[in-house]
């Protein structure tokens, strides 16, 4: 599965955004799929996660009660809302099979990052 991210931009905090991962080659509905995000200077981390069902949402406590994640068939969404500085990012899509769902590791296939940018 080939992976396409996009959506991200500069917005002031407060404000929201909203990402999406569009998949070709393969239906979404095969695979866990999630967010990481980087920030500058700092190591990749793991933002959410859905099931390959879709039916369940993994967060991470930084973004929790902020972020939702959502599929259809072929695309991932990640709905950002009350945007933080601190959520300045490159935020990468992935996508498994099996696996961790915390774990960078588990994941084969990534799509390139897009930049998310909150001023304060």
């Known amino acids: 599965v080939q992976l396409q991210a996009y959506g991200g931009g500069l917005v002031q905090a407060g404000g929201s955004l909203k990402l999406s991962c569009a998949a070709s080659g393969h239906s979404f509905r095969a695979y866990s799929s999630a967010w990481f995000r980087r920030a500058p200077g700092k190591e990749r981390e793991f933002v959410a996660a859905l099931d390959s069902s879709g039916g369940t949402a993994y967060y991470a406590d930084s973004v929790k009660g902020r972020f939702t994640m959502s599929r259809d068939k072929n695309t991932a969404y990640l709905v950002l809302n009350s945007l933080k500085p601190e959520d300045t990012a490159v935020y990468y899509c992935?996508?498994?099979?099996?696996?961790?769902?915390?774990?960078?590791?588990?994941?084969?296939?990534w799509g390139r990052g897009t930049q998310v940018t909150v001023s304060s």
């Open positions: 992935a996508a498994q099979r099996s696996g961790s769902y915390w774990r960078q590791e588990s994941y084969g296939y």
